[in-house]
């Protein structure tokens, strides 16, 4: 039987990958190892939480000795790790956090799958979740492919490409079974309204500013955090030891269109009149270091595992903004103590 810990599973995808997980393979136990940051939270996995297959274990990556617990406790037989800070402005203000959780708990968590499968590598898969972010900036043309040198630019994106690199450095050197994806950016249910999509959606509903960094013109290759639960459950059953695959969703988007899409739809599902929502429009200074375009090319995993994105932006887009619209309790909880000092940081001059 699969003993399978899922690092990080109450964030945002990596409840996704949760609630797949405890869903379509009962016969894997699924261990759930989060430390409930800010970012992390329970109430993501209310529908799986009594499921006979699941168990959730409060951790900290950084931490051996309760790593260590509960691989002992559990007979972890693989490893799936999402767990990380994953927002890059926070990383512009608190660098080291993003080196200790993403850094020294990825080598923390890899020293624990040496020392616990060791004699048995063939058996065990160390699966790391990661992002595109780690081969830095595209201009006007091209795509990143699993050959892109990386060249990474935040914090966030240095702590990431380092963490690649430190699986790749434990599967070489000591030959433990790892597979590496990186990722375009996720939207969807239970997204944390620091990042864009969420953070309009919360703004609009609240008639706040849209503070759009620079010239609005930044490019992102958006995906259904679903579509990204699908691949990472393929990668993990289907995927070549030691490989990287990319997976995106082929669907680029200029910062300043996709507000302008959300202030349609939500004017629209609101019942406020066209334009509302375009005049809360605010141009705010520009992210630091900001990279102007991502965009993947997630040919290697649609030739060689056969997926392909299953639902299209128009669908998830729409049944993104109609889950915050009925779920506007979540929003509030998770918009109120901490996150709400960070927000009156970050966007002061709005
Ligand atoms: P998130 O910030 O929503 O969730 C991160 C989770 O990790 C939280 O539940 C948090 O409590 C937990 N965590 C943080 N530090 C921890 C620690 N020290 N010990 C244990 N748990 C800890 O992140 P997300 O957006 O769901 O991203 C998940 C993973 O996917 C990350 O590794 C990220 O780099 C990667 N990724 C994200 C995207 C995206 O668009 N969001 C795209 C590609 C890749
Ligand atoms: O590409 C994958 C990455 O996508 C993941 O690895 C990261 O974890 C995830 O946070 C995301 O990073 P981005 O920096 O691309 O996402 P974010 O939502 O922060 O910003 C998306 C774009 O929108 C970016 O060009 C910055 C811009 N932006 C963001 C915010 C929060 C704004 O214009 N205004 C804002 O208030």
Known sequence: MKKILITGGAGFIGSCVVRRFVNNHPDYLIVNLDALTYAGNLQNLKDVENAPNYQFEKADIRNRDEVNAIFDKYG????????AESHVDRSITNPLDFV?????????????????????????????????E?????????????????????????????SDH??????DTYGIKTV??????????????EKLIPLMINNIINNKPLPVYGDGNYTRDWLYVKDHAIAIDLVFHEGKTGDTYNIGGFNEWKNIDLVQLLCKQMDEKLGREPGTSNQLITYVKDRPGHDRRYAIDAGKINRELGWAPSVTFEQGLSETIDWFLANEAWLNDVTSGNYATYYDTQYASI
């Open 166 to 171: 430190f699986v790749r450095a434990y599967h």
């Open 100 to 132: 200790l959780t993403n850094v020294i708990g990825t080598v923390t968590l890899l020293e624990a799958a040496k020392e616990k499968w060791k004699g048995h590598y063939a058996d065990h898969l160390f699966y790391h979740v990661s992002t595109d």
């Open 134 to 162: 780690v081969y830095g900036a595209l201009g006007a043309e091209g795509l990143f492919t699993e050959e892109t040198r990386y060249d990474p630019h935040s914090p966030y994106s240095a702590s990431k490409a380092s």
């Open 180 to 193: 590496i994806s990186n990722c375009s950016n996720n939207y969807g249910p239970y997204h944390f309204p």
């Open 76 to 83: 972890i037989t693989d490893v799936i790790h999402l767990a």
